[in-house]
């Protein structure tokens, strides 16, 4: 398998520009989680999906964020409009049930300027 | 409020001798912990979990232990390498499904 599949790997957009990230979870797994990095603030859990199902969106840090599962093999953040404060690494991450580890995408490098 | 806390300061060791790295939790009881290991520029990668009813885990020369009663969690690397090196977080779940990870320590070993 070729692990968790994030896209694009480096996005730069200017303020109020839509950004969406994309992710490929390993074939089988069934929960989905999506991460944000800052030195601030480290990991961030922003939603997460069983089944598809959005189970989670707390972390979620305005409307102006929405995230998707259409199918087990993929996914969408999306940012609308974005802005400065959205810099940050977005991980991917997918795993096998409860209590399993889980398997990070390599992330999305987003800079809004 | 539930926290996560390990130590911010880098932790620097020489080759050879034995890291120890520290997640102290507050307000909440998981029932299990799991680590990992980021290395600059990519994803966390899953390394050990360890579970309410278990003490000690290892895992070649990692080991890792978990004390619900001071709800504190330590994680040993034994004959450290430079290849060691890395940022390494721990991450209790909350509510069972969702692992919520700790700010991290880097962890630098000196040939």
């Known amino acids: 398998d070729a692990g968790v599949i994030q896209s694009p790997r480096h996005e730069v957009t200017e303020m109020g520009q839509e950004v969406t990230l994309r992710c490929k979870p390993i074939?089988?797994?069934?929960?989905l989680f999506w991460y944000r990095q800052t030195m601030m603030r480290g990991l961030e859990l922003l939603i997460y999906?069983?089944?598809?199902?959005?189970?989670?969106d707390s972390g979620m840090p305005e409307d102006r964020f929405s995230a998707k599962m259409p199918n087990a093999s993929f996914s969408t953040l999306k940012i609308q409009p974005s802005e400065p404060r959205d810099s940050a690494v977005y991980f991917c991450?997918?795993?096998?049930?409860?209590?399993?580890?889980?398997?990070f995408g390599s992330g999305t490098r987003l800079t809004v300027v | 409020s539930q926290k996560i806390e390990q130590n911010s300061e880098a932790l620097n060791i020489q080759e050879g001798k034995t890291a120890t790295l520290t997640c102290n939790y507050t307000?909440?009881?998981?029932?299990?912990l799991q680590w990992y290991r980021q290395d600059p520029g990519r994803g966390p990668v899953f390394l050990l979990l360890?579970?309410?009813?278990?003490k000690e885990k290892r895992k070649e020369r990692l080991k890792v232990t978990f004390d619900t009663t001071l709800k504190q969690s330590l994680f040993h690397i034994t004959a450290s390498q430079p290849a060691d090196s890395a940022t390494y977080l721990c991450?209790?779940?909350?509510?069972?499904?969702?692992?919520?990870f700790g700010t991290g320590t880097r962890l630098q070993v000196f040939p």
């Open positions: 991450a997918s795993s096998l049930g409860q209590a399993s580890g889980y398997t």
């Open positions: 074939s089988g797994h069934d929960y």
């Open positions: 999906f069983n089944n598809n199902v959005p189970i989670d």
């Open positions: 307000n909440y009881s998981p029932a299990y």
């Open positions: 360890i579970r309410e009813n278990e």
């Open positions: 991450a209790p779940p909350r509510n069972t499904d969702k692992l919520i």
